[in-house]
């Protein structure tokens, strides 16, 4: 298999999230959001369940992920006050760019979160739906498949993943 252009374009796409988002640059991050963003992050025991059925760790609109974020940001965020660091990794990154423009795109990733001297990592496969947006991309749906069987030694998902 050969790199496309394409998939070059997307890495640098995800790499420029990840980079956002460790560097904990919210506000900025949103604008690589769609208005119609379906940012979902299903149960462990139920990848694939369809997420308005099933119990799923995160499934928000943009109303909702713009609310994350502003909470994100605030002393509210309890979990995340003072902020955690994070360390993103993105690797074996596919992309399809199907006939009405839109990239299908699908990468592995590592985030390991650092607070109060304790490590967790959160790993699993993101997919993707981008929407061209001039020489960029926004999220139209980012979709975070957790490898982890249940997060017990993280409590929760405090952070984006």
């Given amino acids: 298999m050969t790199c496309t252009c394409l998939t070059h374009r997307i890495e640098a796409f995800l790499a420029h999230d990840a980079w956002l988002l ?4 919210l506000e900025e991050w949103l604008a690589l959001i769609a208005p119609e963003i379906r940012y979902l992050v ?3 025991d139920c990848p694939d369940g369809d997420p ?3 119990v799923a760790f995160i499934n928000d609109d943009y109303q ?5 974020v502003t909470r994100l940001q605030s002393r509210h965020a309890h979990r995340e006050y003072p902020a955690s660091r994070t360390r993103r990794f993105i690797t074996n990154v ?4 199907r006939a009405d ?6 990468a592995s990733f590592q985030v390991y979160r650092f607070r109060l001297r304790r490590t967790a990592a959160y790993i699993g496969v993101y ?7 001039g020489a960029s991309f926004k999220f139209r749906r980012r979709k975070a498949t957790l490898d ?3 997060l017990d030694e993280h409590g929760a998902i405090s952070i984006i993943l």
């Fill in 64 to 68: 909702l992920l713009r609310g994350r």
């Fill in 127 to 133: 997919e993707h739906e981008l929407v061209p947006d």
């Fill in 148 to 150: 982890q069987e249940a």
């Fill in 22 to 25: 460790d560097g904990w640059r």
């Fill in 52 to 54: 308005d059925k099933a």
């Fill in 101 to 106: 423009g839109v990239v299908e795109a699908t």
């Fill in 42 to 44: 299903p149960a462990a």
């Fill in 94 to 97: 596919r992309a399809i760019e």
